[in-house]
Structure formats: C-alpha cells, structure tokens
C-alpha cells in the first residue's frame, strides 16, 4: 500500500542511548495456536474516533483575562516543537498576550541555557513541547520555586504537582498506542502481522510501543507483532533505509506502525524504489505525514487535532498565570482525535490536520466574558 508517519520528535540523538544505523528487531506472539482475535471489542474500541473526532477538550468560561502577561515557548529545534510555536501564536494574541520563542536544541547544555533566560526574565507562564524531562528537571524546579507555570506536550510522566497541564503524558499516550492497535486488528484479524518502529531516545515512543504490544497480544493470542528499532539520529537521514533493510529481513510483514512522523519522512520514495508494498499507519501525523495520506502513500493516521492543543495549553497558560484553575478537560488531557485515511483529508493538511475548524471561535467564546 505504502507508507504513512506521525509527528512527535527530536532530531537529535541524545546521550541517554546509543545512536547505531540500522533498526534492531524483537518478536512477540504470533502462532496458529490460541484465541481468535477479539475484533468485536477492537471495533467498540476504536468507534468513537473513526468518522468523526472525538471530543472537544474545553467547555469552561475564562474567569479573568490574561492581558499582558509573557508566555515564553521554548522551540527544541524540531519539527513539533516550530509547529506549536506557530499555532499557539494567534492564541497568544486572541488572549492579549506576548508570546516568545526561546531557542534551543535537545542538548543539555543549550536546554539549561533557554531555562535560566526564562527564569531570570521572570515570565509569567512557560510552554515546553516534546524536551524530556531529564533534561530540564532542575530547571522545573527553579519556575516552581518562582511560582511560574509551566504546561507540557509530548513529555511523559510529568509529576502535575509541578506541572498541572500536560498534553500528550501518559494517560494520552497509552490511550493512542491502544486505538493503534485495535485499528490494526479490526483491519486483519487474526491475519495481523504488524512491525512498530520505536525510538528509544523519545521517552513516549517507548510507552507506545509497551501499550502496543500489550494490546495486540490481549485481543489477538495468534497475531504477529514486532518490534524494530530506528535511533534518532538516523531521522531525517538514513531512517528510510533503515526501514526498508528491515521490511526486506522479514518480508512476511504487511503492516508498520511508526510511533513518530520523522521516523519515517522519506519512506514512500524509498518503498517505491526498493518494490516494497506494506501498509503503514502512524500515530499523530504532522503535515508531511497528512500528505502521505492524501496522496495514498500511507494507509491511515490516527489524527491528533494540534491546533486545539496548542489553544489549549495557552487558554491554560492563560487561566494559571491570573490564579485561575486550568479547565478540567485540559488537566484529564482531553484530546480530539480521529483515525484519517485519504477520503476524510480533502482540503489543505499543510499545516496540520483540524478536528474542529472552528476552534478559534469556540475559545474567543470561553474568554469573551472575562474581565
């Protein structure tokens, strides 16, 4: 079929691993033996995100209006972390606040560095995208001791008495893997034999790929599931080779899930060449993702509506930095998502895929009455 990515990333291979060029593979499950696969409970699983989005993350009025409050947003130098730059810009300015970038890359050093800007510069609120913790973890406990909040997306195991909104943390994640996995089932039952491309250096990947697995092997005894490895370091380089040497060891594979979009960035040009057919799904597509779908290269995505989220965390923003609580939906990490495939994109995906297009007019709703 060909091949399809998600969006989540860092370009960077950080020193926490190792950083080899071509992906490592486990096996798990699969056998003639065993249950047939639970199709049925896939099926209600995956219900409420297939033909439409899920939903709408916030509904509580803003109490008091945020004016003139700085909201730093620091850009880890990848994709995502630009990308939600971008979009919480207009949100920034809906809410009557000044927005920053704070440059940075995923090394220690020039992470520590944005940080101690911030610190010292005394914002009033602080959006971090997609930097794991370890890297930022002293630096947290400097905004905390300066009575600064901080809001998070794509950063697992977050501690929300230190960080009370964070999108994409482990409830989320361990949600999408799941939905991943039941889509898979529901499209070939007990014939699944599907490889999940990890990044061991991105922490959420790994607990996509564990609630993945685990999924496959609860509803489906006799599926084949496996596990390859693609380093950082490889994006946006030699990932798609990678990929394909590893389709080309296991050529019974027809199935590749990829937990996220630089993984894979690519990767249709280098099936193509290679004469590799295989059906690829990803979690979160970002824009070059989405096109891939459009096109017919990849199979399905399971969307992530990146613009609300990104309003969502500055309507946070906005609420803790004038003593507000965050609305409930933002603290349960409510986020719109849908399964996409080429007939649900239609129109323009160059900037992200949107669950609600109204979403600006649904927040100027909320923050209209505020004083």
């Not at 995923?106 to 370890?134: E, H, L, N, R, W």
């Not at 993702?289 to 989220?309: E, M, N, R």
Request: hydrophobic letters at 45%; charged letters at 15%; glycine letters at 8%.
């Amino acid at each position: 079929m060909g091949a399809k990515i998600a969006a989540m990333a860092a370009a960077i291979c950080l020193t926490l691993s190792a950083c080899g060029g071509a992906a490592s593979s486990s096996q798990s499950g699969g056998g003639a033996a065993g249950p047939t696969a639970d199709i049925k409970r896939a099926k209600a699983a995956i219900a409420g995100y297939v033909g439409h989005p899920s939903p709408f993350p916030i509904d509580t009025p803003l109490v008091r209006k945020p004016t003139g409050k700085r909201i730093a947003l620091v850009d880890c130098g990848t994709t995502i972390c630009g990308l939600f730059y971008t979009l919480a810009k207009p949100a920034a300015k809906a809410l009557g606040v000044k927005l920053t970038r704070i440059k940075a890359t995923m090394a220690a050093d020039s992470v520590a560095g944005a940080f101690d800007t911030i610190v010292q510069d005394k914002y009033d609120g602080v959006f971090v995208p997609a930097i794991p913790m370890p890297l930022w973890q002293a630096s947290l406990d400097k905004l905390n001791a300066a009575h600064i909040p901080v809001v998070t997306a794509g950063i697992t195991g977050t501690d929300r008495s230190k960080i009370p909104v964070a999108a994409f943390d482990t409830d989320a994640i361990d949600r999408s893997a799941k939905l991943l996995a039941d889509y898979v089932i529901t499209q070939h039952g007990n014939d699944t034999n599907v490889v999940f491309y990890n990044t061991p250096e991105l922490a959420f990947s790994n607990l996509l790929q564990k609630r993945f697995v685990s999924e496959i092997a609860t509803l489906c005894p006799r599926c084949k599931v496996r596990t390859a490895k693609i380093p950082a370091a490889a994006f946006g380089t030699t990932a798609p080779s990678v990929v394909v040497d590893d389709l080309q060891a296991n050529p019974d594979t027809e199935t590749a899930v990829f937990a996220v979009g630089e993984q894979a960035a690519g990767l249709p040009a280098a099936l193509k060449t290679a004469g590799l057919s295989v059906e690829v799904i990803a979690n979160s597509p970002d824009p070059l993702s989405l096109q891939y779908i459009k096109d017919g290269d990849f199979s399905a995505g399971l969307g992530s509506d990146l613009p609300v989220i990104a309003w969502t965390l500055m309507d946070s923003l906005a609420r803790l930095s004038t003593g507000q609580k965050p609305a409930p939906g933002a603290v349960a990490d409510v986020i719109p998502q849908q399964f996409l495939t080429r007939k649900e994109l239609t129109g323009d995906v160059s900037h992200s895929w949107v669950a609600y297009p109204d979403y600006a007019k649904r927040f100027a709703a909320l923050w209209s009455a505020a004083s």
